[in-house]
């Protein structure tokens, strides 16, 4: 009768160990999950900031480029909003060197700062120097 007894205690001992290591299994995937899908998602939110910083900048030379004594200080655009600082710049056939930080809408944690250096001439702009910082 001993024999039957310890038969049942090793059977039912040998479910519930397989089930806490497959029940620890299982939380550790799911951590290591949910960080894999906020790094994925950290990244992504990190390019689109970059692809908005860009476009800040470019709207920037744009009107530079129209108007050689532009010197607003931020705008928004639908992804985010600009911020611009002029290091240099003026009227004529000068060198600017300017730093355009974005911040989207979506991702406020995180922001894109681009440094451009460019000469604006009577013939349009010659770019130096487009560095992300």
Request: hydrophobic fraction near 40%; include cysteine.
């Amino acid at each position: 009768m001993k024999e039957n007894n310890s038969k049942g205690f090793i059977a039912i001992s040998s479910v519930v160990i397989i089930l806490a290591v497959i029940l620890g299994l299982t939380l550790v995937m799911s951590y290591n999950a949910i960080g894999e899908a906020q790094s994925g998602l950290a990244v992504y939110q990190g390019e689109q900031n970059f692809h908005g910083a860009e476009g800040c900048v470019e709207d920037v030379m744009l009107k530079i480029r129209s108007n050689s004594t532009y010197n607003s200080t931020s705008f928004t655009r639908p992804e985010g909003s600009c911020t611009i600082f002029y290091n240099a710049g003026g009227g004529g056939p000068i060198n600017w060197d300017l730093t355009v930080t974005f911040q989207s809408v979506v991702s406020t944690a995180m922001t894109r700062r681009i440094n451009v250096l460019f000469t604006r001439g009577t013939s349009g702009i010659t770019l130096t120097s487009w560095n992300e910082i």
